[in-house]
């Protein structure tokens, strides 16, 4: 079973920065669709960016412009700049076919909590 472990992730001023990294064992993001998720207390799960196998990228409105989502061979990252009181969550990567439907099990995840 995959495992996704998350790093990165801590208590920032708004307006500061954070880098967050996944790992994942073998071929896991070689799934066309792999990508950054975050869970706010009491909301949904919600994409926050996505990269493909083809390098198509996307960005949840409210993070366009901030964050910016990369890759090498063995992990994938998150940028996160000019970070708000509402980037507090809990951030998992996930991959799959499509980024829609993430397909595997979640991880731990990592907190961000931004304070104001």
């Known amino acids: 079973q995959v495992q996704f472990m998350e790093s990165g992730g801590g208590l920032v001023q708004a307006g500061g920065s954070l880098r967050l990294s996944c790992t994942a064992p073998?071929?896991?993001?070689?799934?066309?669709?792999i990508g950054w998720y975050r869970q706010a207390p009491g909301k949904q799960r919600e994409l926050v960016a996505g990269t493909s196998n083809g390098g198509t990228t996307t960005y949840a409105d409210s993070v366009k412009g901030r964050f910016t989502i990369s890759r090498d061979r063995a992990k994938l990252y998150l940028q996160m700049n000019s970070l708000k009181p509402e980037d507090t969550a809990i951030y998992y990567c996930n991959a799959g076919g499509s980024w829609n439907y993430p397909f595997y099990s979640w991880g731990q995840g990592t907190q961000v909590t931004v304070s104001s």
């Open positions: 073998g071929s896991t993001f070689d799934n066309n669709a």
